[in-house]
């Protein structure tokens, strides 16, 4: 499995982004961040086909997850975005087709796509 992460730059405090992730296929997708010196966390996650999502309770209400099943790609809308949001996004594939904010839940990785957000 090949996924592949896009859509990062960088955008001022307030503003809106849109990741891609090509390759979700008919996995349980997930989307995580690293901040410089942080760990690794959860952000969102969405079943197959799509019927059921989970948030981290910072973003909740301001990003969006959904997938394109024909075009096999994972998207991550983002907006009234902050400085705190400001880090690397991967994207994630499950061969458990449920939600999971666990990243050991997930067995691939894509390679990441660096958001920052300017206050």
């Known amino acids: 499995v090949q996924l592949q992460a896009s859509g990062g730059g960088l955008v001022q405090a307030g503003g809106s982004l849109r990741l891609s992730c090509a390759g979700s296929g008919r996995y349980g997708m997930g989307w995580f961040r690293q901040a410089p010196g942080k760990e690794r966390e959860f952000v969102a996650a969405i079943s197959f086909p799509g019927r059921k999502t989970d948030y981290a309770t910072s973003v909740k209400g301001r990003f969006t997850i959904s997938r394109d099943n024909v075009k096999s790609t994972l998207y991550l809308q983002m907006n009234s975005l902050e400085p705190e949001d400001t880090a690397v996004y991967y994207c994630?594939?499950?061969?458990?087709?449920?939600?999971?904010?666990?990243?050991?839940?997930?067995?691939?990785w894509g390679q990441g796509t660096l958001v920052t957000v300017s206050s």
């Open positions: 994630a594939a499950s061969n458990w087709q449920t939600v999971s904010s666990t990243w050991s839940h997930y067995n691939y």
